[in-house]
């Protein structure tokens, strides 16, 4: 079992439509939880970042954490052909601690 | 602020050659810096962290003789890639940890990438 899973998707949603991008994982000592946003051929872009489990909202996008589920999401409310790209989860055990990245899910949502 | 380059962006060579490639830190300090190979529709797979002044730490697996790390100084971290063969044929992006007031974020920031072919 991987330590991180994600959908690879891809997922096409028409715009406006609210998207839910997920991961699970198998470590129970991670604490720390990231989403990036990860344009073609670009580096990683950090959307957010939360400690442990509950929500976490920055304008269109609410990260969720379940730690009993070892499930977290990110909700991309109002989407926009702009926000497709592909979406990393990654998480880490202590805040100086190595990140651990899922593969990602490529997202399109089209006009 | 927070803003990562990586150079070049992309390099094709030939089989034998060895490739560096730089990862600058533009508006801060980074005691460490991170690099990553990323291949197609697979996620990033750290290859070592970087210390500044001190010997990189290499993942389980990654050749350190292969991969050369150099972290001169707080703002400026180099890989070379040595005697480059096409499976090292990759993406690598870079990372780094602001260093402010003396303390290290533990955010990480990401360089654009660097796009490596080897013929």
């Known amino acids: 079992q991987k330590e991180v899973e994600q959908d690879p998707g891809p997922l096409s949603v028409p715009e406006g439509a609210i998207v839910s991008l997920n991961c699970t994982y198998s470590?129970?000592?991670?604490?720390?939880f990231m989403w990036y946003r990860q344009y073609s051929r670009k580096g990683p872009e950090l959307l957010m970042y939360?400690?442990?489990?509950g929500n976490k909202e920055d304008g269109r996008f609410t990260a969720q954490v379940d730690k009993s589920s070892k499930y977290i999401s990110l909700f991309i409310r109002d989407s926009q052909p702009s926000d497709s790209a592909t979406y990393l989860c990654?998480?880490?055990?202590?805040?100086?601690?190595?990140?651990?990245f899922g593969p990602g899910t490529s997202l399109s949502v089209i006009p | 602020g927070a803003v990562v380059s990586q150079h070049p962006s992309r390099v094709i060579c030939k089989s034998g050659t060895s490739v560096k490639i730089e990862c600058r830190s533009l508006?801060?300090?980074?005691?460490?810096m991170f690099w990553y190979r990323q291949f197609p529709k697979k996620s990033l797979m750290l290859m070592a962290t970087s210390n500044e002044g001190s010997k990189a730490t290499y993942e389980q697996g990654v050749e350190k003789d292969k991969f050369l790390i150099n972290h001169a100084s707080l703002t400026l971290s180099t890989l070379t890639v040595t005697s480059a063969h096409p499976e090292d044929s990759s993406f690598y992006i870079c990372?780094?940890?602001?260093?402010?007031?003396?303390?290290?974020?533990?955010?990480?920031?990401f360089g654009p990438g660097t796009r490596l072919t080897v013929l």
């Open positions: 939360t400690y442990s489990s």
């Open positions: 990654a998480m880490k055990e202590t805040s100086y601690d190595k990140v651990i």
């Open positions: 508006d801060f300090q980074a005691t460490t």
């Open positions: 990372s780094a940890r602001p260093l402010a007031g003396g303390k290290t974020s533990d955010t990480q920031y």
């Open positions: 470590n129970s000592a991670f604490q720390y």
